[in-house]
Every structure is written in structure tokens, then in C-alpha cells.
């Protein structure tokens, strides 16, 4: 019991302290002028559009797999948009660096 309760909170500091790290790693990225810096951008360019390329991608094929029961749910455009059209303007139109 005691194994799972360091575990437990071993996790759950892991995890504060993370989000911790997010926060300071946000600030430095748009650091006082609130726009994104280079590293932002670079970050942005070559890691976070192909990772959401793909995603477009899989988001795509799941929604066409997923199509003849979204059709029998009546619920065609609330899928469109969460597999194709949320993941598509987050790669293609927001602007480059604002993660």
C-alpha cells in the first residue's frame, strides 16, 4: 500500500510540476510583447504542422470510416468538424508560431 501511495504521488508531482514547466516554457516563447518568438515559430514550423498534418490526415480517414454512422446518428456536421475542420485550421490557418 505504501509503494502505491509514493507512486500516486510521485505522479501527481510529476505532473504539477510539468505543467509548471509549461507555463515558464510559454512566457519565454512570447516572452512581454505577447507575439511568438523565432524558437516559437521554428518549434511551430517543423515539429508541431507536420505532427498536425498527419493528424489532418487521420482525422480524415477516420471521419470517412466513421461516415455511415455518423449519417444513421444524424450527426454528420458535429463530426465533420471535430475530425476534419478543427484539426485542418490548426495546421493550415493560424499563424505561425501561436501555439
Not at 516563447?29 to 511551430?44: I, L, T
Amino acid at each position: 500500500m505504501k509503494m502505491l501511495q509514493k507512486y500516486l504521488f510521485n505522479m501527481v508531482l510529476a505532473i504539477a510540476m510539468s505543467g509548471f514547466m509549461q507555463i515558464a516554457a510559454a512566457n519565454d516563447m512570447y516572452g512581454s510583447s505577447g507575439e511568438p518568438s523565432g524558437e516559437a515559430m521554428m518549434a511551430d514550423g517543423l515539429l508541431v504542422r507536420p505532427v498536425m498534418l498527419v493528424g489532418t490526415a487521420v482525422g480524415i480517414v477516420t471521419f470517412v470510416a466513421t461516415l455511415p454512422f455518423s449519417i444513421l446518428g444524424g450527426n454528420v456536421d458535429e463530426a465533420g468538424k471535430a475530425l476534419v475542420v478543427e484539426p485542418a485550421e490548426y495546421t493550415f490557418v493560424r499563424p505561425l508560431g501561436e501555439l
